[in-house]
């Protein structure tokens, strides 16, 4: 049954109802009743889909007409892939999630990192992974699944369990819209329980329970299929027909004492006064309380003993219906295509089947053999008719293959509308398409996905509320020291410690009761498609990049591998690590490795001595190179500037060779490099005498013999000085040798 709360209320412990009781009774007992009667035409149709899932198609007064005309009520099972299209991709689309601190504290988000690890070992505990896909069976084929929150009483079994609940044993408030149940008044679950078993619950309470209790002694279990001899059997009626797939009678019938119990969640409003002084206000707040009932005496009777004040309940919902806010599946739209599949393929089965005859009545003769004879004869595949004579004439036969065939093509209407409808395509299903091409292969898969994001959109929703629900048990319940282990990456197992006590200052480390934290779930499929995804992806990028760079593509193996699912994942590793000599980064070094490594070390780190020996090497050299061409530079910079300073010289002592020195320089392609200088007084300008302030005696002669030699010059002047052949030397040329006039 469910948690067992502990605490019954005075009256509860003195065996008799108080009045108060008795009404609370009335009231609850009203309220299950009267959504079983809401809820009980859908609840039908919902078995009625399980059953269709199942390939129990037929109704037995269909199929015994069926079987009346010589038909074979037989199903052709589309709505079965079809979910199991749905089961298989819940399966490989698990999410996974994290606890996150709400204030950004240090401490909160270790704490934090501690309560995520908490919650997988708590899913581990409890096969959690098995227990949500068998809710989610139930969503994809009835519409409705749930999962139960609650706290174990058994001292041996871990504190928090996490488990499916059947839909058949639910009954929610159909008033209620929030898929969460915020807005629902209560929340029903009741299921039929032995009474020495309820007793054993309850054992205050054993009046009460067996005056509740009902008991039947005519079933009968041991038939002919589990073990009773033929001999022993009243008549071959009572063998079930091959078609038979459901005894009602049998489940009808019980010889056991049991006892129905009602487990009764609901909100009762209270008024509480939040603030102080002035502000204080009032505030009405539903406060969650439990009872448990039969249909004639309340059980147990008590508050919720979970601090969160919601339903321990989580709805898997697929789909709900606009108009009273009912649960379904995808079965219900594609119930009428399967109908009309399994009736079009048995009419078409049964057309080809027989044959239709058409005869004369003196075209038999009953002395050889009768016309029910003919006819059976007619219909078997080696028939043998016998006619009056000229009885052939009279008689004819004719198969109905155009009414086949019609019957055919309806039917692959009716697959292509099952398809359709349920939002699974031929290409979610693997099958058989007329697209070829991968891109557009995936395209139209992802159409499929699309049409079914509700279903897993609801059930992304109900792993949140879950998630939300075990924390604030965790963080309600586990306030004892406690070390377990998880698996971590790479399949090793991971031990983590929570409060535990420090020795030295007595206060609790890492309290995962301390403060509350946020449950977040993750965006993105976990593990197997997503790291197939991944993995299909760096392996197309290594394709690209081993031309260019196999050193690369062989690093990143080992961390490629790590993404795939393949079978012997970590054999075909430890290969490649063995191959490439890398370590695995989970597992200590052996010695052999240690010391390969220190070799390894040594021996790179003599390489780096003797590349830093070589670097110094070429340091000096270039520096030593540098001085000497810093050396010679000098040498001919001075010779320059000598060089320059005896041109000077030469200028100041006879100016007119300036305007020369100017042209020479000019045709030589020299350029003065100081910026905003005036020309040389030494170069001619227009109208002006090219060597001004030079006697007349001393300037050149400026007209030409008609044979155009120079004019001669006057026999005492100065002749121009002349440099000596050692003006070139710089200054290491003697004094006095280089020929200027001093």
Sequence with gaps: MATRISGTTASGRKGNASQAQKDKHSRLLSWFQQEMRRQSH????????????????????EAAELKERGQNPTVYNEVKPTIDWLIGTERRNRVDFMVISPDGNPQSEDEAKSKTKLLKYIAEANRLEFERSRSANETFKAGLGWIEVGVSPDPEDEPIFVRSESWRNMLYDSLGTRPDLEDSRYLFRFRIMDLDIAIAFFPDKEDQLRASCVSRDEDHYLEWWNGKPMDEIDSPSAMPGKWAMYDTDSWAKNNRERVLLIEAWYKDPTTETSGLGTSAIDRVRMKMQCTVMTEKHIILDAPSPYKHNKYPFVPMWCYRRAKDNAPYGPIRTIRGPQDSLNKRMSKALFVLSTNQTIAEADAFDARIMTAEQARDELMAPDGFVLLAKGGIEKLKTHRENDVAEGHLRLAQADQATIRSASGITSENLGRDSNVTAGIALKQKAEQGGMLTAEIFDNMLLARQLEGELTLSLIEQFYNEPKIFSIEGERHKREYVRINQKDPVTGHVLNDVTARKAQFIIGEQSWRQSLQQAAFEKVMEMLTQLAPVAPQVVVALLPSVFELSDLPNKQQMLQTIRQATGMQDPDEPPTPQQQ??????????????????ASLDAEIAKSKATGTNLDAKTLETTLKAIYVAMQAAQVVSTVPHVAGAADELLQSAGFVDKKPGMPPS?????????????????????????????????NEGAP??????????????????????IQ
Excluded at 595 to 612: C, F, G, S, Y
Excluded at 733 to 739: A, E, K
């Design 595 to 612: 010391q390969a490594q220190q070799q390894q070390q040594a021996l790179a780190a003599r390489q780096l001595e003797a590349q830093m």
């Design 681 to 713: 007084p030494a170069t001619p300008q227009p109208g002006v005498p090219p060597f001004p302030g030079m006697p007349d005696s001393a300037r050149p002669n400026q007209h030409q013999t008609a044979e155009g030699a120079p004019p001669q010059q």
């Design 719 to 740: 002749q121009p000085p002349q440099l000596a052949n050692g003006s070139m030397q710089g200054i290491e040329t003697p004094r006095g040798s280089d020929g200027v």
């Design 42 to 61: 859908n609840r039908y149709q919902m078995a009625l889909d399980e059953d269709y899932y199942d390939s129990i198609q037929w109704l037995p007064d």
